[in-house]
Structures are given as structure tokens and as C-alpha cells.
């Protein structure tokens, strides 16, 4: 590689069983005192809220709480959340939950020190400002979100879900700790174990794609061909959950730095438009993505073939690339990933919508990271191959 690059990641990740009891330390090192706690009702009801409200009330703090968030992050979640960080005069954010909750404290950082709509910052590089302090809770290993430079908000007006990137809304201190993801349904472990697997393979085979990158997603992807039917069979496997969100923080700091590719651009439009969630629109898409672009790097796809267990020695390269598709496929299938006609039902009305879906993926940028070359008339076929 022959060009500068540059890796960022929070100022502190706590990582592995037992993490979350090494938060308030760390935020005792913050000097706030008023966070704005933000994640949800299903994280309410399973107690972990009251847990993280527990050690932050320890740590000195006074805590608010916004718990309305639900589903996919929109601007309404946006404005909701910064109305209680003012009401309750809040000087930093920790969020609790899955990419939602994470996503939506990111974007009331923003709004808090830079003002307007949150709609004046999608693209890149438009924060002007640092946000406060921000302390980001994972409970699900596929997102990322943690670690990352990047949050995802839906413009309900346009039906539109926005890409926003800054280095000033990664978070300060990150939080990976495996226990809180010993509930999550096999469904969910399925889209989001897969979400990291998509985070993965996408920042190894980009066209941005960058020596530390290349080791974490990896390594990533092999955790994730390891661990995954174990986590969906068993949620109680904690070996499998500590390996699946070792997986998911490695695939997050590499796609920080390296980016994704046309996977995730054509999955935001879906989300946006079908309101499907994140990570099982990445799911539906991964193994037609692979089939489409593993001929523009067979080198790189061959190692990823070797990642997830293949026997590829003495095979020539492009034979070697095809066993990762063939993996990948089986992947998916193991875990029961549907095809998207299942999940929008109403054919027609999906293909009503495929030019301005096929639109919206390009406009993200994320398509142009695609080593192989991609225009919005093959989207279209993309999509209804998926379908």
C-alpha cells in the first residue's frame, strides 16, 4: 500500500466479560456529572438500564434517562433526546443498547455543541464541533456502533437514512462486555452477528482498505464463522457471545478506518423505505453482493474463504475466491437469514421503489468503495436477484 492513512478509535474500550463494572472508573475520569442515559424500553425491562443507572450513580452521577427509542433511529428520536439533555441540563451522553440507541446519542451530541437539524449533517466531515463526552454500551455484537465515527439517522420527511461521519462523534469510552448480550433472541444474534460479518469482509475487500484494517476484519470474519451458529444455538454460550462481540468491535474499528461498500449502500434504502432493520437488510444482501464482487478481488476473497474453515491450498485463485460465496451462502442459510421477499411481501410495491432505492445507495458514497464497478441499473438487477 502505497499512501498515508489514518486509524482512529475511542480513547478507552473495555472489552470482554465483566467490562461494564470498569464504567465508573472511567467516567469518574470524565469530571461530568449529568448524563443523559439513552436507550430503550427493552432495555429497561431486561434490568439493564438499572444496572448501568446503578454504576453511574456510584460514579457521582445525577442520571436522566431518554428511553424512546424504538427501532430504527429517526430525526423525531433525534429531537425527543436532545429536549430531555436540555431540560435536565446534561454535560455528557451514555447510551445503552443496540446500533439505535448508540446511533441516536451520537446525534444529539451533535445537535447539542453545533446546533440546527440533524438533517444539515448527513455526509461527511459537516460536525464542526466536538460533542460531549459520550460512553457507548453494546448489547448486541453486530453493529459497531461503539467504536465508530458514523451514525445512521432516517429523514422520515424524505424517506431517506442518513449517513453522518466525523471523527468528533466517536465515542470516548466504549463498552463490549458479552454479558449483556446472553437475551438476545437467535433472530437478532443472527442479523447482527452477520452486520459484523458484512462490517468485515466489506472494509477487507474495499477499495480503502488498509493494512490494520486487514488484520482486525480478518480476524473478525473468522470469529464470526466460528462462533456464530454457536451463539444462535445456544445465547447461553458465553464463550460464543465473548467471541461474537470480540468479532463485532474488531469489524466496527476496521470499517471506522477502511469504510464499507455497496452491501450496506443498498441496504440503507431498504431500511428507510420497508423500515426493515439494519443489520438483517445487510443479511439478505450479503451473499448476492459476494457473488457479484468476489471475481474483482479473488485474492482477497480466497483468504476470506480460508478465515471461515475452506480448504483452499493448491486451488487456483479464482476457484479458491468462489469457496468464500459458497461459505458465505451456507452462512446464512445455517441461521436461517430469509430472502427479502419474505420480509416485504408486497412485490410490487418493492419494485415500484427500486430506481429511487438504487438512487439513494449511490448517493450514500458507499457503492464507490465497491471494488468491483457498480451503476444504478445493476442495483436494480441486484436487488431482485436478492428478492
Known amino acids: 500500500m502505497m499512501r498515508a492513512v489514518e486509524f482512529r478509535m475511542p480513547q478507552v474500550l473495555l472489552q470482554g466479560p465483566g467490562s461494564l463494572a470498569l464504567m465508573g472508573k472511567e467516567v469518574k475520569r470524565l469530571g461530568k456529572k449529568k448524563p443523559l442515559l439513552v436507550t430503550d424500553e427493552i432495555m429497561e425491562k431486561a434490568g439493564y438500564a438499572d444496572q448501568v443507572k446503578a454504576i453511574l450513580v456510584e460514579a457521582g452521577c445525577e442520571v436522566a434517562v431518554y428511553n424512546g427509542v424504538g427501532g430504527e433511529p429517526g430525526d423525531k428520536h433525534v429531537e425527543a433526546g436532545l429536549a430531555e439533555y436540555k431540560k435536565n441540563d446534561c454535560d455528557f451522553l451514555v447510551a445503552l443498547g443496540g446500533g439505535s440507541p448508540i446511533d441516536t446519542a451520537k446525534a444529539i451530541g451533535i445537535l447539542e455543541t453545533n446546533g440546527g437539524k440533524i438533517t444539515d449533517y448527513m455526509g461527511a466531515d459537516k460536525v464542526a464541533k466536538p460533542i460531549p463526552p459520550l460512553v457507548c454500551i453494546a448489547t ?102 465473548a467471541n461474537m462481540m470480540l468479532a463485532s468491535t474488531q469489524a466496527g474499528m476496521a470499517f471506522n478506518n477502511a469504510s464499507v461498500t455497496l452491501i450496506h449502500g443498498m441496504s440503507r434504502p431498504i431500511g428507510a423505505v420497508f423500515h426493515v432493520p439494519h443489520g438483517i437488510s445487510n443479511a439478505v444482501l450479503l451473499p448476492v453482493w459476494a457473488e ?58 418493492f419494485e415500484k421503489r427500486l430506481e429511487k432505492m438504487a438512487h439513494d445507495a449511490v448517493a450514500s458514497g458507499s457503492p464507490g468503495n465497491n471494488p468491483r464497478f457498480v451503476t444504478e441499473a445493476r442495483i436494480v438487477e441486484l436487488y431482485k436477484k436478492a428478492y
Request: a negative charge; glycine letters at 4%; charged letters at 25%.
Open 140 to 241: 448486541t455484537s453486530g453493529t459497531g456502533s461503539e467504536v465508530t465515527k458514523f451514525t445512521i439517522i432516517a429523514d422520515t420527511a424524505k424517506d431517506v437514512k442518513m449517513l453522518i461521519a466525523s471523527p468528533f462523534i466517536i465515542p470516548t469510552v466504549a463498552v463490549a462486555d458479552p454479558a449483556l448480550t446472553l437475551s438476545v433472541p437467535p433472530s437478532v444474534t443472527a442479523a447482527t452477528g452477520l452486520d459484523a460479518f458484512c462490517h468485515a469482509i466489506e472494509a477487507f475487500v474495499t477499495k480503502k482498505e488498509q493494512p490494520m484494517c486487514d488484520v482486525l476484519a480478518l480476524n473478525a470474519v473468522r470469529l464470526v464463522s466460528e462462533n456464530l451458529r454457536k451463539a444462535w444455538c445456544n445465547g447461553d454460550d458465553l464463550e460464543a457471545r
Open 292 to 349: 457479484y464482487t468476489y471475481i474483482a478481488k479473488p485474492e482477497k476473497f480466497a483468504r476470506v474463504a480460508e478465515a471461515m474453515g475452506e480448504l483452499v491450498a493448491g486451488l487456483p485463485v479464482l476457484e479458491a475466491a468462489h469457496k468464500a460465496v459458497d461459505a458465505i451462502v451456507k452462512l446464512c442459510r445455517d441461521v436461517e437469514i430469509p430472502p427479502i421477499r419474505e420480509l416485504i411481501k408486497d412485490k410490487e410495491e
